[in-house]
């Protein structure tokens, strides 16, 4: 069974910093593209980034360029998501996603985690 | 950016009804269009993908059509288990995928 588990939300300053990660089971991890995607409270869905199978390409959302950082290890698994310069439109649960590139769809989920950014 | 606009943005419906949420985008994107499903507190789900492929494991009284700007996602009979927000997603422009803002299915 597919499964994607976020941690390392929390409640941070604006300013700070946050390291989310994702745990990955139920599939070959390094066979995948993986995509961070947000959801502020009450609002849509806004894609944040996205890291090749390997990690070579990574890409931004412009909202997040410069301050995120996006990382894997295949060896364990797991994706990465790096915050810093945080803001409080910063503020949303955060999903990994798991990436079907023929569609370019998201097929699998995580549950969230809340990153609330306020002093 | 391809923006996605969805209509209605909240809709009111009965068990048995048959629903029709509309997705439209600001350029063409051909069948690069999926659907999501989200339920209160819980992660999006896949229901449609490349605008009228259904996802395996979701009930047949889903479907999606359309291609260039305009789409639709159509459920045939409502259940109860269906109410949820839905979102189009586009898929031509990648990576910068981009989300419609979403249409809230209520129970009449």
């Known amino acids: 069974e597919v499964q994607l588990v976020e941690s390392g939300g929390g409640l941070v300053q604006p300013g700070g910093s946050l390291r989310l990660s994702c745990a990955a089971s139920g599939f070959t991890f390094s066979s995948y593209e993986m995509n961070w995607v947000r959801q502020a409270p009450g609002k849509g869905l806004e894609w944040v980034s996205y890291?090749?199978?390997?990690?070579?390409?990574?890409y931004y959302a412009d909202s997040v360029k410069g301050r995120f950082t996006i990382s894997r290890d295949n060896a364990k698994n797991s994706l990465y998501l790096q915050m810093n310069s945080l803001r409080a439109e910063d503020t949303a649960v955060y999903y990994c996603a798991r990436l079907v590139h023929s569609g370019y769809l998201f097929d699998y989920w995580g549950q969230g985690t809340l990153v609330t950014v306020s002093s | 950016d391809i923006q996605m606009t969805q209509s209605p943005s909240s809709l009111s419906a009965s068990v048995g009804d048959r629903v029709t949420i509309t997705c439209r985008a600001s350029?063409?994107?051909?069948?690069?269009l999926n659907w999501y499903q989200q339920k209160p507190g819980k992660a999006p789900k896949l229901l449609i993908y490349a605008a009228s492929s259904l996802q395996s494991g979701v009930p047949s009284r889903f479907s999606g059509s359309g291609s260039g700007t305009d789409f639709t996602l159509t459920i045939s009979s409502l259940q109860p288990e269906d109410f949820a927000t839905y979102y189009c997603?586009?898929?031509?422009?990648?990576?910068?995928?981009?989300f419609g803002q979403g249409t809230r299915l209520e129970i009449k």
């Open positions: 350029q063409s994107i051909s069948s690069y």
């Open positions: 890291i090749s199978s390997s990690g070579s390409t990574i």
């Open positions: 997603q586009q898929s031509y422009s990648t990576p910068s995928i981009t």
